[in-house]
T-cell receptor, first 117, second 108 residues
Framework: EPEVTQTPSHQVTQMGQEVILRCVPISNHLYFYWYRQILGQKVEFLVSFYNNEISEKSEIFDDQFSVERPDGSNFTLKIRSTKLEDSAMYFC???????????????FGSGTRLTVV | GQQLNQSPQSMFIQEGEDVSMNCTSSSIFNTWLWYKQDPGEGPVLLIALYKAGELTSNGRLTAQFGITRKDSFLNISASIPSDVGIYFCAGQRNKLVFGAGTILRVKS
């Protein structure tokens, strides 16, 4: 079964530092997403990416956040100057549009737990 | 913004019992999805619903997409210990909007 791979699984960083979270989406997927889940809360949409550009972003995704697809396989989320409240699980997801249960649903990675101290 | 109201927040049931949870929204969605999340893992898709009124099963799971496209339910029949986890509904238009989750605990 194809997987979305995220690295690292855990990241501890000091407040104010930059972090880059990495994702390798499923190879034939076209839509890429980052979601965030603060401990004990629901999963929240951050940004969607299609055709090498951001297609939608939430209010959470402010100027300190950026995404890139630097090559054909990686999809990264950069947080420029981390704050304590950025501590959360960050999930990457990818999707291939199409009919049918197996093809339409999003596939989520296992997440990166970011702790800002 | 788009909000989903998921209930109940948590359930503690006996093994073998049936479980029902639901989501409602003031917004219309094109697709409803149900996910299960185990601790430290990402959400895993259980069932996807594409058409209003659609009733879909996946093993012991049954889900329906409400006629108004503003609600959905998930039923789990004959629960077993490995059903433990957090279940999220999600509605989709361009992006996924998640409910707050239902924590399911099963007593064996």
């Amino acid at each position: 079964e194809p997987e979305v791979t995220q690295t690292p699984s855990h990241q501890v960083t000091q407040m104010g530092q930059e972090v880059i979270l990495r994702c390798v989406p499923i190879s034939n997927h076209l839509y890429f997403y980052w979601y965030r889940q603060i401990l004990g809360q629901k999963v929240e949409f951050l940004v969607s990416f299609y055709n090498n550009e951001i297609s939608e972003k939430s209010e959470i995704f402010d100027d300190q956040f950026s995404v890139e697809r630097p090559d054909g396989s990686n999809f990264t989320l950069k947080i420029r100057s981390t704050k304590l409240e950025d501590s959360a699980m960050y999930f990457c997801a990818s999707r291939r549009p199409g009919e049918g249960f197996a093809n339409y649903g999003y596939t989520f990675g296992s997440g990166t737990r970011l702790t800002v101290v | 913004g788009q909000q989903l109201n998921q209930s109940p927040q948590s359930m503690f049931i006996q093994e073998g019992e049936d479980v029902s949870m639901n989501c409602t929204s003031s917004s219309i969605f094109n697709t409803w999805l149900w996910y299960k999340q185990d601790p430290g893992e990402g959400p895993v898709l259980l069932i996807a619903l594409y058409k209003a009124g659609e009733l879909t099963s996946n093993g012991r799971l049954t889900a329906q997409f409400g006629i108004t496209r503003k609600d959905s339910f998930l039923n789990i029949s004959a629960s077993i210990p490995s059903d433990v986890g957090i279940y999220f509904c999600a509605g989709q238009r361009n992006k996924l909007v998640f409910g707050a989750g239902t924590i399911l605990r099963v007593k064996s």
